[in-house]
């Protein structure tokens, strides 16, 4: 059921820099857009960032400037390029698609999740 698999999570010193991917089936990245997520522990789900089809993107204002979100058409594969890390970055990561970008909220609260991949900042 889960079409989309995170990837390349890990421990990372401060002020270093992490890129996740998320692998998607051919159906899947046909969505309009695709967002990341990320839970911390204690924390509630949060959007950080999204792509629509188009190559558009959004940032949620705790990420912008360090975050980067792209996508690669030829690999059916969405990036999260992470730089200047800090330990509130810490968190499992996750991936998932919408038609829109209420969706993306939407699936906050209903959506199905895979195993995410976790990402631990060090100070």
């Known amino acids: 059921q889960v079409q989309l698999v995170e990837s390349g999570g890990g421990l990372v010193q401060a002020g270093g820099s992490l890129r996740l991917s998320c692998a998607t089936s051919?159906?899947?990245?046909?969505?309009?857009?695709i967002g990341w997520y990320r839970q911390a522990p204690g924390n509630q789900r949060e959007l950080v960032a999204f792509i629509a089809s188009d190559g558009s993107t959004v940032y949620a204002n705790s990420v912008k400037g360090r975050f980067t979100i792209s996508r690669d058409n030829t690999r059916n594969t969405v990036y999260l390029q992470m730089n200047s890390l800090k330990s509130e970055d810490t968190g499992v990561y996750y991936c998932?698609?919408?038609?829109?970008?209420?969706?993306?909220?939407?699936?906050?609260?209903?959506?199905?999740w895979g195993q995410g991949t976790q990402v631990t900042v060090s100070s």
């Open positions: 051919e159906s899947t990245f046909a969505s309009n857009y």
């Open positions: 998932n698609a919408a038609a829109n970008p209420s969706q993306l909220v939407t699936l906050l609260r209903s959506g199905n």
